[in-house]
């Protein structure tokens, strides 16, 4: 009789342990274990999935959005060089979240995480912003990005015109206020142990490098 019970309980905690993971861990991150970093209130989770390993000891946060000019300068201009000598070499990973800092949420922001939902949120957030200063950001551009990547359209769709993650956007801008973030972009490069560096606007690769090295000593 012991071992029935005991048997009971063991098969009922699996079957909440499913239950929970399901309710929480719906949206693919990563399917590394997540070295946990926060700035603040914010913590990696609230963005993106990691562009590198989720292992790598240093993690860059960018706060920003599309229609961002100093954003798309900054894509442009420096970003090549940090993935190029940092995020391949598995030195640093980097996330991005989404930040407004007006009313009105850039549709762009839903269309990136439905482009998630099929595994291929960075290649849509370099697509949004290779074309951002050449086209309009809306919703028939934003359909043939995810056509050229070849989405299932029909979810990317769905999921767009619900705006399935309007709650995740508008969250992430919350947090972003609340922890004093009133410039795009706005850069956080941080390890495990809390150290960061905070870096406003558009800055050229050589003050990533200057703030990196400092992180690294």
Not at 193 to 205: F, H, R, T, V
């Amino acid at each position: 009789m012991f071992i029935l019970k005991t048997s009971i309980v063991i098969i009922l905690l699996i079957v909440a342990g499913f239950v929970t993971y399901g309710v929480f861990f719906t949206q693919p991150y990563t399917s590394e274990i997540v070295i946990s970093k926060n700035f603040g209130t914010i913590t990696t989770s609230l963005g993106s999935p990691f562009l590198g390993s989720s292992q790598a000891p240093i993690t860059i946060i960018e706060f920003g959005n599309y229609p961002c000019i100093e954003c798309q300068t900054w894509f442009q201009e420096t970003r090549p060089d940090i993935i190029r000598d940092y995020i391949n070499q598995g030195e640093i990973n980097m996330i991005f979240i989404d930040t407004q800092l007006t009313k009105d949420i850039p549709l762009a922001s839903f269309a990136s995480y439905c482009a998630n939902d099929q595994k291929k949120y960075w290649d849509y957030h370099d697509a949004l912003f290779r074309n951002v200063l050449e086209n309009k950001i809306d919703v028939n551009h934003l359909k043939q990005y995810a056509v050229e990547l070849g989405l299932d359209m029909k979810l990317f769709e769905e999921c767009l015109d619900t705006k399935k993650y309007e709650k995740k956007i508008k969250y992430s801008i919350y947090e972003a206020k609340k922890n004093g973030i009133n410039r795009l972009p706005t850069f956080i490069i941080m390890d495990s142990s809390g150290k960061y560096e905070k870096i406003l606007g558009a800055q050229p690769y050589s003050i990533f490098k200057e703030k990196i090295r400092s992180m690294q000593d």
